[in-house]
């Protein structure tokens, strides 16, 4: 139902390029079948409890696609989403506190908007500015406090369109999320999610919700959002360069670092190096690196399993010159790893005090970076993810993306769509920001924020 044909604008500025965003209605999806009276009622897991309460986003890209008009694909959009939400219940549902989700239907709010501008021209300098305007709402709104799913359909002059999401972290993982956008996208192009699969809520049986109250509450830890204090920049890392990176990061402890490892080390390393040149204090580092309990955990979780299955496991570098090199950063990203996957996860389940272990975890880390004596770092990766596979019938997407959350010394890292490649967007307060840009070692390796359209300019 359309809740209002409301009119605003919400405008980029970038140098002296003003784009308009016009969002121009705003529905609200409801599952295509009602929701059984025996699912109403969803208790949040252990994790979900701990989860903060913000939204991840999500962006899509696509080219023009003459063949389907622009009102076709946003009623295929809407009905499948509709019939989504009859799989994805909870999400049409609303939040009871950190308890529970009430799955009653309420729906999930749809906006459709447009911009006055081709794709192109958005996507030769694509800024996080300009990402925030192609999602329903900031990644910490107030609506985060009840929303489980807001999802914004955004066409452009060429005919390109942009599809967001913002999921609450209450419910979903990254992997959770990338699994929500593969069945919708499966419901539109296929009519059905056999490929993908039906997705599974069980985290509640290996993570049972902790006994919280308002006296002892969940050790939540919140993201501070730091919007006019953070920039969000985006740095490329080809397949070439990785590989060149990886060989300069290999060491005898470390013979073969992953992708992931040789980007977050260098990334850490040069990081490290602003903070302690803007501060001029030589503070331990941390890096929070993420971590999916899917399949570490036994038995393990299914591929559809739903939830904030994430946790993180901790790298830690003191001053010295010894820790400033690459090959020694690897070394404690994987020693790092190792002590998780050897001493931690086999605590989380099967042990009566699990819940307990979960939560001064948390604890310590939210202790950790409220104290101040540390300078703390954390990484999330969505790589290998297959999210240039989402295809809602109109083709691929030309460019994925996270808008940023915005906060201080958060870096988030996905595949470039060519593959083998990373794309790293990095949040640093301003100073620290222009140093780490800067960087003659990162620019041996990195691009600072190319074109990504330039491949494909023929179908734009």
């Known amino acids: 139902m359309n809740l209002a044909p409301r009119f605003f604008v919400r405008r980029i500025h970038q140098k002296s390029l003003t784009r308009v965003v016009e969002v121009i209605s705003r529905d609200i999806i409801k599952p295509s079948t009602p929701t059984p009276n025996h699912l109403k009622n969803f208790k949040l897991s252990l994790l ?81 500015e300009m990402l925030e305007q192609l999602i329903p709402t900031t990644v910490d709104s107030i609506e985060a406090k009840t929303k489980l799913l807001l999802a914004q359909a955004t066409f452009f002059k ?19 999320l990338g699994l929500f956008m593969k069945s919708w996208s499966a419901i539109s192009s296929r009519g059905s999610i056999k490929t993908v699969g039906s997705p599974v809520f069980d985290t509640c049986k290996i993570f049972p919700p902790g006994n919280f109250s308002e006296s002892t509450p969940a050790p939540v830890v919140e993201p501070e959002i730091m919007m006019n204090q953070t920039l969000s920049k985006r740095f490329v890392f080809d397949s070439w360069s990785i590989e060149a990176l990886q060989a300069k990061a290999s060491s005898f402890e470390v013979n073969q670092p992953t992708r992931v490892e040789a980007v977050s080390a260098l990334i850490w390393k040069l ?161 620290e920001m222009k140093l780490f840009e800067e960087d003659r070692e990162l620019l041996d390796f990195a691009s600072v924020n190319p074109s990504v359209i330039q491949p494909f300019l023929h179908v734009l």
Request: charged share 20%; aromatic share 8%; proline share 5%.
């Open 158 to 176: 060429c005919g390109g369109m942009a599809i967001g999401v913002c999921v609450s972290h209450k419910l979903t993982d990254a992997t959770s």
């Open 48 to 128: 979900e409890q701990l989860g903060p309460t913000i939204f991840g986003p999500m962006v899509f890209l696509y080219s023009a696609n003459n063949r389907i008009k622009p009102t076709q694909k946003l009623q295929n959009l809407k009905k499948s989403l509709s019939e989504t939400l009859t799989h994805f219940y909870p999400l049409a549902g609303r939040l009871n506190g950190n308890i529970s989700i009430d799955c009653n239907d309420s729906g999930a709010d749809f906006l459709e908007a447009q911009v006055n501008s081709p794709l192109s021209n958005l996507l030769q300098e694509p800024s996080s």
């Open 271 to 431: 990081a490290m190096k602003a903070t302690r040149t803007v501060s001029r204090t030589s503070k331990p580092s941390i890096l929070a690196n993420s971590a999916s309990l899917r399949s570490r955990v036994s038995p393990p979780f299914t591929e559809n399993s739903i939830g904030n299955l994430v946790s993180y496991f901790a790298a830690k570098a003191e001053e010295g010159e010894k820790q400033r090199k690459l090959q020694a950063l690897v070394a404690e990203i994987r020693k790092a790893k190792q002590r998780f996957r050897d001493n931690h996860i086999p605590k989380l389940v099967g042990n009566r005090d699990a819940t307990e272990i979960i939560c001064n975890y948390q604890r310590e880390a939210g202790d950790m970076i409220a104290s101040g004596d540390f300078d703390f770092y954390i990484m999330t990766s969505a790589c290998r993810f297959g999210l240039y596979e989402i295809d809602f019938g109109w083709g691929k997407p030309v460019w994925f993306a996270f808008p940023s959350v915005r906060q201080k010394n958060i870096v988030a890292l996905v595949d470039t769509k060519e593959g083998g490649g990373i794309e790293a967007w990095v949040n640093l307060n301003e100073q």
